[in-house]
């Protein structure tokens, strides 16, 4: 079992938190048009079949936690190959985390430069939010779940103002006819592969020694779920119905498109597009944090079982300059879309197969007990 400290563990209201705002870190921006281009006006229906997916991911992730409680999920097996795939599952998930760390770092930026630095260099945005993100971590798991719980009362006000605003003044003819677009075979197999869209849920796999056993893991990530498919789905079906399907997939950010149409004269903020971008900085911090943390601490705890050298502040630091390289990597925006299609689906199956094996290597090791 491992060793906690006090600035080392996670409440079950930092945990729900934490995986909703992984779950919105960059759904909101570019979730709705990866759907839109796949299946036009139903791509609302698709926002829902991954909903189903990821609560039934949540359950299950969550489910192992609860039976290891404190212990790394690699604990949680006796068997070799048990350890092997639960080794291969930290490695598989502390990947994707990063790679979304990195793809929610490049897309801040664009936006950053696009809307309000329009003459700083990117490398230096980039840079920023990444030490800011690595300053966040180094505090330690607490500092992240607070962190995590401010940013999330901060988002739920916004997001609903925004739903509620457009939502009661618009006429959703532009979703219909529905299933129209479900009819060729083509879209029905990006369907089935878009299931697991939007992430986050996943890095409870992470997070099971910051898990104290007094926190229903289920419970947290279920309600995590919930939330960020609240907010998440009229983020896919409000860009629809005002602008129509053709008109969205023109679109570099649907939801600032939409944040641009909402005006408050006399008020405080007049536009609520900067809101929602000042919002969205603190967005990626916080989730950018837990991904970061959550992957450090895991990688770091394999490493510290081939070696006697407590390896998290070296795995922490060494991450910060590689997610700084690989966020400047992609040529422009086309290419960070296509990277988080790709991470969106490929990683989405990976995660599902390789809980699927844990669960069916652990169903065996039970069953194996005298």
């Known amino acids: 079992m491992i060793r906690r400290t006090e600035t080392d563990t996670l409440t079950g209201h930092q945990l729900t938190t934490a995986l909703t705002l992984v779950s919105i870190g960059i759904g909101p921006y570019l979730y709705p048009l990866l759907l839109v281009k796949v299946l036009g006006r139903d791509a609302w229906l698709m926002a829902l079949g991954n909903t189903v997916m990821v609560v039934l991911l949540a359950i299950a992730i969550g489910s192992l936690i609860n039976n290891a409680r404190e212990k790394d999920i690699v604990e949680l097996y006796t068997s070799r190959i048990g350890r ?5 599952a930290v490695i598989l998930v502390s990947t994707i985390a990063i790679s979304g760390l990195v793809i929610m770092i490049r897309v801040f930026a664009d936006v950053l430069l696009l809307t309000q630095l329009l003459r700083t260099p990117r490398w230096a945005t980039i840079g920023v939010m990444t030490i ?15 962190v995590s719980e401010v940013m999330f009362l901060a988002t739920i006000p916004i997001f609903a103002l925004i739903i509620i605003a457009r939502g009661i003044s618009t006429d959703f003819a532009n979703l219909l006819p529905i299933g129209e677009q479900l009819r060729s075979e083509h879209t029905r197999i990006a369907l089935l592969c878009s299931f697991c869209g939007y ?20 419970k947290a990530g279920y309600k995590a779920v919930i939330y960020a498919a609240t907010l998440v789905l009229p983020t896919v079906i409000l860009p629809i119905v005002i602008f129509g399907p053709e008109m969205m997939s023109l679109s570099s950010f649907p939801l ?3 944040a641009s149409t909402l005006r408050f004269p006399g008020g405080p903020v007049e536009r609520m597009v ?12 916080a989730s950018g944090a837990i991904q970061y943390s959550a992957s450090a601490n895991a990688l770091s705890r394999l490493l510290d079982r081939i070696s006697d050298i407590k390896s998290r502040p070296a795995v922490v630091l060494a991450l910060a300059p590689i997610i700084w390289v690989l966020a400047q ?26 809980v699927a094996l844990l669960w069916a290597i652990r169903w065996m090791e039970v069953r194996s007990r005298p």
Do not use: C
Request: overall charge positive; cysteine-free; glycine content about 10%.
């Open 256 to 258: 600032l498109d939409v």
């Open 84 to 88: 092997l795939v639960a080794g291969w």
């Open 132 to 146: 800011s993100i690595l300053y966040i971590v180094l505090l330690g798991s607490k500092a992240v779940g607070r």
């Open 199 to 218: 992430r986050g849920v996943e890095v409870l796999l992470l997070l099971a020694p910051a898990v104290g056993r007094q926190v229903n893991a289920v």
């Open 274 to 285: 900067f809101v929602v971008i000042m919002l969205w900085h603190g967005l990626i911090l």
């Open 329 to 354: 990597s992609f040529r422009n925006m086309v290419a960070v879309r296509e990277a988080f299609a790709t991470w969106s689906s490929l990683g989405g199956t990976a995660v599902a197969i390789t």
